[in-house]
């Protein structure tokens, strides 16, 4: 970052005020996030405010921890922090880009700007297992591109390098512009353009134009002319600037003469300044190809021989662009992180790490020839283990062999562990052998898609409106725990579960936030009280109950329960009669507080029963208004779900209850279009072989008929999720992209399809659905509903989780 920098020389290169402490404070790092709480004495927190959250309201707890130095947009009481200093701006996020403006105006080097809607990340690790022999190359850490992400990727510029290579994106209009001014880029590279976030867009030339602004200031961009509309926007755009395309037309700057495909790669004949030669990429699928070929034209534009970046072309290795999240042996937590390290995207791996709670220790197991020092690295976790190389820091194993051998499996116990380094130095025998043992078949589950929906609901609601995230049935077979902690760490504000034993398990885990209990028996009552779980009471019984219950803990006040309203779905909840006798119980006591008053829609998700919803939202409100106004403190009222926030947002009154929508899973198709499903079910091929014409298959004995057929038997079944309903051709998978139907009946474990067309082996990943099979097919041909379909995977199919 700037050299020298403290507060003073921040408030006059940018010219505003420094209120408060006048010191000339040292700011060696920039944070943003409030639960990110390093060095702070040498840290300027930027104040940043957000549809939801505003850091503002962060200051008086970062102050507490240690935090002087604050980048601010609002007015701050700045007497009630004597030590603080405060650069008083308009807009925080223009002042923190500003800032890296300035940063990345002190170096001379040339920087690549890559942006698109896919593929970013793939160029820029790419490029830099190309070049990393002959640059000292700063690039974004893991896939930082946004508003915040690229400056904060721009300030880890430091002297010593000598190329910079960053990605850029945007989500909305006149986005791009700013980041262009950030980056000043010198070469452009456009990958792949598809859908994301074109819901802000009236068009794909609109987003296609907003991208291509990154390269204002560049003198070369790089791109496909493969696509027509990419050739005429560059080309009427930048007609002034070199343009550096690939494709088959006779002047394209590299000119792909032919494409020949072969099992682990593809043979690229190219033309260049007259030259022909062959480049092997060692893939196979479009879009490698293609970002393959992006860098290929990077490498021609800094004068590198076709024959050496052919050589190099070949050992190109696959970016792992996810964190994997598994259960480990003894009660441990597996997160096992391959990416190509650096400080930054280390410390982010870390961090994720810390953010897995219920576990005693915290442990790095590190590549010894990759490990970093990395600031306060010690401080963050319990334990370091090494790996081979020369470094003894921490625990130190010669060889993966001798920590296979002599390790000590006690010290996992209850720990959560990150395993750090790529696959090629053999860190993934450690990550299986530490690993619960389970089938094959696995169900992952994508966090970053998870955020993204919570995110999108978020952005329907009011800032005010709260968010009741519901991870009731093992978080809708998505896994409880995890779950939880990935939605407690996103500041949601509360959670939901069907039954007692569900929050005792999520307070065992760690999870502080509010625990709201759907179905609250008698029986649990006082474990609720002793784990401040609140029960939903919905009925004069229950509540008499809970109130017997809390007499025998004569020091519990103003206990927060939820009442449950009957509007028309007949199910649980109070009547009007009952409601008011209810009333007359709660007032004018002091142990039992009403934090909330609901009911259910039965109905949201269908346009046929509009007028019902409505009557019961309106019998909602009659009601709850009239149970509220006895009191004398405030009570949230909440009736929406997943479709309701959709389809009657102003209705979303003081906080709704968000559930199948957080897994990427909604009624109506436009908002369909903006989420995207979470969980991916996962089997491989165990066995394939012929099976004669006239032969039986299975249970039952099914004839196959008059043809031979080619059959692959799947390690799922029944007791899986993979219901009996599928057989006979009623269930479809999918093996190396191609539909494969049932045959025979689905077995307790094992499951028979047709692969007679398909070319397969044993061994071969089959999708049972994921983003691009969508669960909803999934339970159609189940004729069910995607609710119930993931419910019903069971509890035997391993969880892996990601983070991208």
């Given at each position: 970052?700037?050299?020298?920098?403290?507060?003073?020389?921040?408030?006059?290169?940018?010219?505003?005020?420094?209120?408060?402490?006048?010191?000339?404070?040292?700011?060696?790092?920039?944070?943003?996030?409030?639960?990110?709480?390093?060095?702070?004495?040498?840290?300027?927190?930027?104040?940043?405010?957000?549809?939801?959250?505003?850091?503002?309201?962060?200051?008086?707890?970062?102050?507490?921890?240690?935090?002087?130095?604050?980048?601010?947009?609002?007015?701050?009481?700045?007497?009630?922090?004597?030590?603080?200093?405060?650069?008083?701006?308009?807009n925080s996020l223009l002042a923190f880009q500003n800032i890296a403006k300035l940063h990345r105006d002190q170096f001379d080097m040339p920087i690549v700007g890559v942006t698109g809607s896919f593929g970013k990340t793939i160029i820029k690790e790419w490029l830099f297992q190309l070049l990393q022999s002959d640059f000292h190359i700063v690039r974004s850490p893991k896939s930082y591109n946004s508003q915040v992400g690229l400056p904060l990727s721009v300030l880890q510029i430091k002297p010593y390098h000598n190329l910079g290579i960053f990605e850029a994106g945007i989500s909305k209009r006149k986005e791009m512009a700013r980041l262009s001014d950030v980056l000043k880029c010198d070469v452009g590279i456009l990958s792949n353009i598809g859908s994301a976030h074109?819901?802000?867009?009236?068009?794909?030339?609109?987003?296609?134009?907003?991208?291509?602004?990154?390269?204002?200031?560049?003198?070369?961009?790089?791109?496909?002319?493969?696509?027509?509309?990419?050739?005429?926007?560059?080309?009427?755009?930048?007609?002034?600037?070199?343009?550096?395309?690939?494709?088959?037309?006779?002047?394209?700057?590299?000119?792909?003469?032919?494409?020949?495909?072969?099992?682990?790669?593809?043979?690229?004949?190219?033309?260049?300044?007259?030259?022909?030669?062959?480049?092997?990429?060692?893939?196979?699928?479009?879009?490698?190809?293609?970002?393959?070929?992006?860098?290929?034209?990077?490498?021609?534009?800094?004068?590198?021989?076709?024959?050496?970046?052919?050589?190099?072309?070949?050992?190109?290795?696959?970016?792992?662009?996810?964190?994997?999240?598994?259960?480990?042996?003894?009660?441990?937590?597996?997160?096992?992180?391959?990416?190509?390290?650096?400080?930054?995207?280390?410390?982010?791996?870390?961090?994720?790490?810390?953010?897995?709670?219920?576990?005693?220790?915290?442990?790095?197991?590190?590549?010894?020839?990759?490990?970093?020092?990395?600031?306060?690295?010690?401080?963050?976790?319990?334990?370091?283990?090494?790996?081979?190389?020369?470094?003894?820091?921490?625990?130190?194993?010669?060889?993966?062999?001798?920590?296979?051998?002599?390790?000590?499996?006690?010290?996992?116990?209850?720990?959560?562990?990150?395993?750090?380094?790529?696959?090629?130095?053999?860190?993934?025998?450690?990550?299986?052998?530490?690993?619960?043992?389970?089938?094959?078949?696995?169900?992952?589950?994508?966090?970053?898609?998870?955020?993204?929906?919570?995110?999108?609901?978020?952005?329907?609601?009011?800032?005010?409106?709260?968010?009741?995230?519901?991870?009731?049935?093992?978080?809708?077979?998505?896994?409880?725990?995890?779950?939880?902690?990935?939605?407690?760490?996103?500041?949601?504000?509360?959670?939901?579960?069907?039954?007692?034993?569900?929050?005792?398990?999520?307070?065992?885990?760690?999870?502080?936030?509010?625990?709201?209990?759907m179905n609250a028996e008698p029986s649990a009552f006082e474990m609720m009280i002793k784990n401040h779980l609140s029960p939903v009471i919905f009925n004069l019984k229950g509540l008499k109950s809970f109130k017997q219950a809390l007499d025998m803990n004569s020091d519990t006040k103003h206990f927060p329960i939820h009442i449950e309203l009957e509007t028309g779905m007949h199910r649980l909840g109070f009547n009007q009669k009952d409601l008011n006798e209810a009333k007359n119980v709660l007032i004018d006591q002091n142990q039992i507080k009403v934090q909330s008053i609901f009911s259910h829609l039965s109905a949201s998700d269908d346009e046929n029963k509009n007028e019902f919803t409505l009557n019961q939202i309106s019998t909602f409100k009659s009601m709850s208004?009239?149970?509220?106004?006895?009191?004398?403190?405030?009570?949230?009222?909440?009736?929406?779900?997943?479709?309701?926030?959709?389809?009657?947002?102003?209705?979303?009154?003081?906080?709704?209850?968000?559930?199948?929508?957080?897994?990427?899973?909604?009624?109506?198709?436009?908002?369909?279009?903006?989420?995207?499903?979470?969980?991916?079910?996962?089997?491989?091929?165990?066995?394939?072989?012929?099976?004669?014409?006239?032969?039986?298959?299975?249970?039952?004995?099914?004839?196959?008929?008059?043809?031979?057929?080619?059959?692959?038997?799947?390690?799922?079944?029944?007791?899986?999720?993979?219901?009996?309903?599928?057989?006979?051709?009623?269930?479809?998978?999918?093996?190396?992209?191609?539909?494969?139907?049932?045959?025979?009946?689905?077995?307790?474990?094992?499951?028979?399809?047709?692969?007679?067309?398909?070319?397969?082996?044993?061994?071969?990943?089959?999708?049972?659905?994921?983003?691009?099979?969508?669960?909803?097919?999934?339970?159609?041909?189940?004729?069910?509903?995607?609710?119930?379909?993931?419910?019903?995977?069971?509890?035997?199919?391993?969880?892996?989780?990601?983070?991208?």
């Amino acid at each position: 970052m700037l050299e020298s920098l403290n507060i003073l020389d921040l408030a006059i290169h940018l010219n505003i005020p420094l209120k408060g402490n006048q010191e000339g404070k040292q700011i060696n790092h920039f944070v943003l996030d409030s639960r990110k709480k390093a060095n702070p004495q040498e840290a300027l927190f930027v104040c940043l405010k957000g549809e939801r959250h505003n850091a503002h309201d962060y200051i008086s707890e970062l102050y507490k921890e240690g935090y002087r130095s604050f980048l601010i947009d609002e007015e701050v009481s700045i007497d009630s922090f004597p030590d603080a200093s405060f650069l008083q701006t308009d807009n925080s996020l223009l002042a923190f880009q500003n800032i890296a403006k300035l940063h990345r105006d002190q170096f001379d080097m040339p920087i690549v700007g890559v942006t698109g809607s896919f593929g970013k990340t793939i160029i820029k690790e790419w490029l830099f297992q190309l070049l990393q022999s002959d640059f000292h190359i700063v690039r974004s850490p893991k896939s930082y591109n946004s508003q915040v992400g690229l400056p904060l990727s721009v300030l880890q510029i430091k002297p010593y390098h000598n190329l910079g290579i960053f990605e850029a994106g945007i989500s909305k209009r006149k986005e791009m512009a700013r980041l262009s001014d950030v980056l000043k880029c010198d070469v452009g590279i456009l990958s792949n353009i598809g859908s994301a976030h074109q819901e802000n867009f009236d068009s794909f030339g609109e987003i296609l134009d907003e991208k291509l602004n990154l390269f204002n200031h560049a003198s070369s961009i790089i791109y496909s002319s493969e696509v027509k509309e990419y050739n005429e926007a560059i080309q009427s755009k930048f007609s002034d600037k070199q343009l550096l395309s690939w494709g088959q037309r006779a002047n394209d700057y590299l000119k792909i003469i032919s494409q020949e495909k072969e099992k682990e790669k593809t043979i690229v004949t190219v033309q260049y300044l007259g030259e022909t030669s062959p480049l092997v990429i060692p893939f196979i699928d479009k879009y490698s190809i293609e970002n393959a070929l992006h860098c290929v034209v990077f490498l021609l534009h800094l004068d590198y021989p076709l024959e050496i970046i052919s050589k190099r072309l070949a050992e190109l290795k696959p970016i792992a662009l996810r964190l994997q999240m598994k259960h480990g042996i003894n009660d441990s937590l597996i997160i096992h992180d391959p990416y190509l390290k650096d400080e930054e995207s280390l410390n982010i791996s870390v961090d994720f790490l810390k953010q897995q709670k219920g576990y005693s220790k915290y442990i790095l197991i590190q590549d010894a020839e990759e490990t970093l020092k990395t600031s306060d690295l010690s401080k963050k976790l319990d334990q370091i283990i090494t790996i081979g190389g020369s470094s003894k820091e921490g625990i130190h194993f010669n060889s993966v062999s001798e920590f296979i051998d002599k390790h000590n499996k006690d010290q996992f116990n209850n720990a959560a562990i990150l395993i750090n380094g790529s696959f090629n130095h053999q860190l993934e025998i450690i990550n299986q052998a530490l690993q619960e043992k389970a089938h094959q078949t696995v169900m992952e589950i994508n966090i970053k898609h998870l955020v993204d929906n919570l995110n999108y609901f978020k952005s329907k609601l009011k800032p005010s409106t709260k968010v009741m995230a519901m991870v009731k049935a093992f978080s809708y077979g998505s896994g409880s725990d995890e779950i939880a902690s990935i939605l407690q760490y996103q500041k949601v504000d509360s959670l939901g579960v069907a039954y007692a034993d569900e929050g005792l398990a999520l307070r065992k885990a760690g999870i502080t936030l509010p625990i709201l209990v759907m179905n609250a028996e008698p029986s649990a009552f006082e474990m609720m009280i002793k784990n401040h779980l609140s029960p939903v009471i919905f009925n004069l019984k229950g509540l008499k109950s809970f109130k017997q219950a809390l007499d025998m803990n004569s020091d519990t006040k103003h206990f927060p329960i939820h009442i449950e309203l009957e509007t028309g779905m007949h199910r649980l909840g109070f009547n009007q009669k009952d409601l008011n006798e209810a009333k007359n119980v709660l007032i004018d006591q002091n142990q039992i507080k009403v934090q909330s008053i609901f009911s259910h829609l039965s109905a949201s998700d269908d346009e046929n029963k509009n007028e019902f919803t409505l009557n019961q939202i309106s019998t909602f409100k009659s009601m709850s208004d009239d149970f509220r106004g006895a009191f004398d403190y405030s009570i949230d009222q909440h009736i929406l779900n997943t479709n309701g926030i959709l389809r009657f947002p102003e209705y979303q009154m003081d906080m709704v209850r968000l559930g199948i929508g957080l897994y990427g899973i909604c009624y109506k198709k436009s908002d369909q279009r903006n989420l995207t499903e979470v969980s991916s079910l996962k089997t491989s091929i165990s066995q394939i072989k012929w099976v004669k014409s006239e032969s039986n298959i299975g249970y039952g004995g099914n004839n196959i008929g008059s043809s031979d057929l080619k059959i692959a038997i799947l390690p799922i079944g029944y007791a899986d999720g993979f219901r009996r309903s599928l057989s006979d051709g009623k269930g479809i998978v999918y093996i190396n992209n191609q539909a494969a139907s049932v045959i025979g009946k689905v077995c307790m474990d094992m499951t028979m399809v047709d692969v007679t067309e398909i070319n397969c082996t044993e061994g071969d990943e089959v999708i049972i659905f994921d983003q691009n099979h969508s669960i909803k097919e999934f339970s159609r041909q189940m004729d069910t509903i995607p609710y119930e379909a993931l419910t019903s995977i069971s509890p035997r199919v391993k969880r892996v989780y990601f983070q991208e």
